[in-house]
């Protein structure tokens, strides 16, 4: 099983909250072990704060796992995404013996759909959610080729209800950092090895 801990300083106390299908998340993870060389892939997971929630999220799965700070309280959040699967459900080789063997599983299991943290919008009282299925590479090994990917956006409201998804036909790629500003959703762009930003705003 997986778990949120909370270190309480004063008694030196910790305390154990279980989060609900987190252990799947070893199925999705690719190790590498050749001759004492050692490369693991796991799953991405996050922590967003919001209001005094900690939001709990990962790559996996659009479950999401809310940890009430003054309530010491942890539930559960799901949801069904139209345009996509809600989750990884393919079996996907996890330890390999080869460099070439480590980047076409990883290519695989980022072929089905990966979601990113959701990021929250105080002025629409609303979050957006990104999630992308990559497009297989030409050649996998081949750093200098970008990855491309269709990239999804959905919109839940504060109780986490969704309001809206669609395929964001301008973006070929995932953003990685993005924040809301001003109810628009800033993503950082590399422009000649310049910081950079693609801003979106949502009808």
């Known amino acids: 099983m997986c778990y949120f801990l909370k270190k309480n300083p ?3 106390t910790l305390k154990k909250h279980e989060l609900p299908g987190f252990e799947k998340l070893v199925d999705y993870s690719v190790k590498f072990n050749s001759n004492g060389m050692i490369m693991v ?4 997971q996050g922590i967003t704060e919001v209001e005094g929630k900690l939001i709990i999220s990962n ?3 659009n479950t999401l796992i809310v940890y009430d700070i003054a309530k010491d309280s942890l539930y559960q959040v799901n949801y069904e995404n139209k345009l996509t699967k809600s989750g990884k459900t393919g079996q996907y080789v996890t330890e390999v013996d080869s460099e070439k063997d480590f980047y076409r599983a990883m290519s695989e299991i980022g072929q089905e759909i990966n979601f990113r943290n959701p990021i929250w919008d105080s002025k629409n009282q609303r979050y957006y959610r990104f999630s992308y299925e990559t497009l297989p590479k030409a050649n996998i090994q081949d750093e200098e080729e970008k990855e491309k990917s269709n990239v ?5 409201d504060k109780d986490f209800k969704v309001l809206g998804e669609t395929l964001v036909k301008e973006l070929q790629s995932s953003p990685t950092i993005h924040f809301v ?23």
Do not use: A, C, H
């Open 181 to 203: 500003k001003d109810g628009k959703i800033w993503m950082y762009e590399n422009v000649d090895d310049e910081l950079g930003f693609v801003r979106m705003g949502i009808d």
């Open 59 to 61: 790559s996996v799965f």
């Open 152 to 156: 999804y956006l959905t919109i839940l």
């Open 10 to 12: 004063q008694n030196k």
């Open 41 to 44: 892939s796991p799953p991405d």
